[in-house]
């Protein structure tokens, strides 16, 4: 779907508007697909959006191949936890 359903719905919503960039908002599928589309192609989306807010992310970093973002998915529960402790929301 990142491969064509995304790009098809941004150059769609652009032609109808007028505006050269528009805002994304995905909720739980379409946040792993925008995740994958500006990954594949950040040059094409750099021209046509100017902003992506992901709602409810479905992402997960256990499998993931970068050893900092291995680290800051290992290190998410100790810090949750010591803001906890302190009482900090």
């Not at 959006?49 to 970093?61: K, S």
Request: proline fraction near 4%.
């Amino acid at each position: 779907m990142g491969d064509h359903d995304a790009p098809s719905q941004i150059d769609f919503v652009r032609q109808q508007t007028g505006n050269d960039k528009v805002t994304y908002i995905g909720h739980s599928q379409g946040t792993s697909q925008m995740f994958y589309a500006l990954s594949d192609k950040p040059d094409f989306w750099q021209e046509r959006v100017n902003l992506f807010i992901a709602l409810a992310p479905v992402t997960n970093l256990a499998n993931c191949s970068s050893d900092l973002l291995v680290l800051i998915a290992k290190t998410i529960p100790v810090l949750k936890y010591a803001i906890n402790v302190l009482g900090k929301w």
